[in-house]
T-cell receptor
């Protein structure tokens, strides 16, 4: 079945460092791809999404490009802040809108 | 901005007791989902509703879990009896319609602890 594999954490960075969290997917069709963020004790918030190949999703300085040739949707940010500390989930949505989530990557940004 | 509401936010219960969680989706969202998120893992779908009908409950442990959305708006997820392994975050999400391009919006979740 469809699945998502994302980079294991935890990831610890200093403020203003460059962030990459890798995500690859396996799907039989043409899924939509998402990044969600979860702050401690809270539900998931949509960070960005892309619905077709070569689309770039972006929000709050984060961006990810839907790469069909490498089946990837890596999350990047040029300069992280302490407030970006959270758990990040890569996910895909299959034709029935069933979401498949990765295991999550915990990011800690130190001042 | 409209949000998905869930209650309670936290629930502590003893094993073999019954628990119930409530979810109110974003107004006008026809599709509603219940997920279970075990600590350190991503959410896993338990049940999906389209209006008042169950579309997918293949991962719902039906011997102890039940879900309903009687009027196609809010929904209740019940566990009876609760077991130690049910301790997790229970998340509700909604989307305007079903389909891969439709974003699911999540509520804050109910954290269940079974003692």
């Amino acid at each position: 079945g469809d699945s998502v594999t994302q980079m294991e954490g935890p990831v610890t960075l200093s403020e203003e460092a460059f962030l990459t969290i890798n995500c690859t997917y396996t799907a039989t069709g043409y899924p939509s791809l998402f990044w969600y963020v979860q702050y401690p004790g809270e539900g998931l918030q949509l960070l960005l999404k892309a619905t077709k190949a070569d689309d770039k999703g972006s929000n709050k300085g984060f961006e990810a490009t839907y790469r069909k040739e490498t089946t990837s949707f890596h999350l990047e940010k040029g300069s992280v802040q302490v407030s970006d500390s959270a758990v990040y989930f890569c996910a895909l949505s299959d034709p029935r809108n069933d979401m498949r989530f990765g295991a999550g990557t915990r990011l800690t940004v130190k001042p | 901005e409209a949000e998905v509401a869930q209650s309670p936010r936290y629930k502590i219960t003893e094993k073999s007791q019954a628990v119930a969680f409530w979810c109110d989706p974003i107004s006008g969202h026809a599709t509603l989902y219940w997920y279970r998120q075990i600590l350190g893992q991503g959410p896993e779908l338990l049940v999906q509703f389209q209006d008042e009908s169950v579309v997918d409950d293949s991962q719902l442990p039906k011997d102890r879990f039940s879900a309903e959305r009687l009027k196609g708006v809010d929904s209740t997820l019940k566990i009876q009896p609760a077991e130690l392994g049910d301790s997790a975050m229970y998340l509700c999400a909604s989307s305007l319609v079903a389909g891969p391009k439709n974003t699911q919006y999540f509520g804050p979740g109910t954290r269940l602890t079974v003692l």
